[in-house]
């Protein structure tokens, strides 16, 4: 009932988190993360709330609602000068599979004007799961709409190798745990190893999200991710610090 109530009077926001490249430093794109702060409670996690817009339906005006904000807001950054950058923005299994994403998507993207290669939609393992033709034909839709697809949380679930050379995606977001536990084992480390390998075989973009340490970071870029995302570089932030940080290269304390 609370969360019907915070849609309604517009209690959630959006904080973004850069990513950046490897290669030059500088912040090649954001991803989109949902906030809900209550005026009579303290901030709940996303953790906690988005499983229960998902159950209760909710997940799909409100997963509309953070597709077209941020894409509305990425247009503003770049109408305020910044370089452009791409949108990554999270969609839910229940979002994918009720909704009509494809045109959900090709509407917020006439409203508001931004470039299709700039967005691009973080999909979850479990979601494409369900490998039939039918998923796989809504996948299509999307990427003929000329936005570009990402696997996140990678090798968290029951990653499919079968999928992976099989599914339109263009992009692999290793799951946090593995960037945590790098070096605690070696068996961990391998497995972050293997999966930046694996996807230059491929030929997709991969992007190691959770990154907090120096010595993670040099590892990943030693062995070849160029794009990198965590707090070491910034947490995420409103869209005005967003842009104090693009600007200036640096992370206001929030
Ligand atoms: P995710 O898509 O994997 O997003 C990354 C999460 O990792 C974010 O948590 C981010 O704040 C956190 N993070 C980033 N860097 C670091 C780091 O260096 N260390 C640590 N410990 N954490 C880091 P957040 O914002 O709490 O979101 C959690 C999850 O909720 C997201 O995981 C995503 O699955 C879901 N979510 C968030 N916003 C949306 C949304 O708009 N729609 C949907 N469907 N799901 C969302
Ligand atoms: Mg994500
Ligand atoms: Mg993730």
């Known amino acids: 009932a609370r969360l019907h109530r915070a849609f309604e009077n517009s209690d959630f926001t959006l904080q973004y988190q850069p990513q950046i490249s490897t290669q030059d430093n500088t912040v090649i794109g954001v991803e989109a993360l949902l906030r809900w702060t209550p ?5 709940v996690l996303p953790t906690e709330f988005i499983p229960i817009l998902e159950e209760t339906g909710l997940i799909v005006p409100v997963g509309t609602w953070v597709l077209h904000r941020a894409c509305h807001q990425a247009v503003a950054w770049q109408q305020a000068g910044l370089p452009r950058m791409r949108l990554s923005v999270n969609i839910s299994a229940v979002q994918f ?11 917020i993207l006439a409203e508001t004007g931004l470039d299709p290669a700039l967005l691009c939609l973080e999909l979850t393992e479990s979601m494409l799961m369900i490998d039939t033709a039918h998923t796989r034909q809504k996948l299509q839709q999307l990427r003929d709409l000329g936005v570009s697809l990402s696997l996140d949380d990678f090798g968290a679930g029951y990653s499919s190798l079968a999928y992976l050379s099989r599914l339109p995606v263009q992009e692999l977001k290793i799951d946090q745990s593995f960037v945590r536990r790098l070096h605690d084992t070696p068996s961990d480390t391998a497995v972050v190893n293997t999966v930046i390998a694996m996807a230059q075989e491929l030929g997709l973009t991969l992007v190691a999200e959770g990154v907090e ?4 970071k ?3 870029i030693g062995r070849g991710c160029t794009i990198i995302q965590g707090f070491l570089f910034c947490k995420p932030l409103p869209p005005d610090q967003l842009a104090l940080f693009v600007s200036r290269g640096k992370c ?3």
């Open 97 to 107: 599979q009720r909704g009509d994403l494809g045109e959900t998507v090709r509407m």
């Open 218 to 220: 040099s590892h990943l």
């Open 39 to 43: 005026a009579d409670l303290p901030p």
């Open 213 to 216: 340490t120096e010595v993670q």
């Open 252 to 254: 206001d304390e929030p």
